[in-house]
């Protein structure tokens, strides 16, 4: 496969994650590929969401495998983590669903078992400033790269493509959290997929630039538990949940990206890199 465009870019971002929760049942998640700078070098990290790492007996990352530079489509590498719950560092305050775990170590890991793993980094530099934050419109296209309710190309070891719009602006911090909304078919699976705005169906002004930005990670789902009452629940990894008893109603809630960010900084100030 070429990798010649930034939908292609987005097949290989992302990481399966495969779960036992400590009640025994199996769970299915994403996580994704994250790069930043600090202190003027590069580092790399896995990003999930917290409610997926925590409380679970047994986990596993399933990445494509590489051979000379380019993905071998279909051929993955499961990499087991023993004390899954415990190798992840959580996000410093604990109402932020989400968790980052360094790349290079694991990847050191891999290669001594022979291994090499091809992935496409989220960029850091794609988490927009204020500015450009502000200069956003209240509705917005989007799309979001995951596993939805375990599915995906098992053939071929890809992840599924979707796309929604914005429910609430992103410029908005949705009840007073750095947070907002997607309209979008959002299920059990979903929980860490990446959200990006992609403007792959504008037709641009000549000379305008298309626009890709990272927005965000999907961490929970709206669901209606009783007439005329909707409940916001993190979306649970374990494919038998009561979450299904209850009507859905195709609203995301996504943590703006720059929570990822501060995330990875705060993991890298405490290994004071």
């Known amino acids: ?13 992302t990481v399966r994650v ?35 790492a925590e409380n679970v007996r047994t986990g596993a990352l399933i990445f494509t495998r590489k051979r000379d530079g380019q993905p071998m489509v279909g051929r993955g590498f499961r990499l087991d983590i023993e004390d899954f719950s415990q190798a992840w560092f959580y996000h410093p305050d ?20 022979g291994g090499e793993i091809f992935y496409q980094a989220i960029d850091g530099r794609l988490i927009p400033d204020g500015a450009t934050v502000t200069n956003l419109d209240a509705l917005e296209q989007v ?3 995951g596993y939805p309710s375990g599915v995906w190309d098992k053939a071929n070891l890809m992840p599924i493509l979707r796309r ?7 410029f908005l911090d949705f009840e007073a959290r750095p947070e907002f909304l997607v309209d979008a078919a959002v299920y059990p699976g979903s929980s860490g997929s990446p959200v990006f705005l992609y ?22 789902v709206f669901f209606k538990e009783e007439s005329n009452h909707l409940v916001s629940a993190p979306i649970p990894a374990s494919q038998q949940t009561a979450v299904y008893s209850s009507e859905m109603i195709d609203l995301g809630l996504v943590i703006k990206s720059s929570q990822v960010r501060a995330a990875a900084e705060a993991y890298l100030r405490e290994a004071g890199l």
Request: proline share 4%; glycine share 8%.
């Open 1 to 13: 496969m070429e990798i010649n465009s930034i939908a292609k870019r987005l097949l290989f971002s």
């Open 18 to 52: 495969d779960t036992v929760l400590e009640d025994g049942s199996q769970g299915t998640g994403t996580a994704f590929v994250f790069d930043c700078m600090h202190n003027g070098k590069p580092h790399s990290f896995v990003v999930t969401n917290r409610h997926l």
């Open 94 to 113: 604990a109402s932020v669903d989400l968790a980052v775990l360094p790349l290079r170590p694991l990847e050191a890991h891999i290669r001594e078992q």
């Open 143 to 145: 799309i979001f790269v």
């Open 164 to 170: 929604g719009t914005t429910a609430t602006p992103v």
């Open 199 to 220: 403007d792959s169906d504008t037709i641009a002004q000549r000379g305008a630039a298309r626009r890709f930005l990272f927005l965000g990670v999907v961490a929970a």
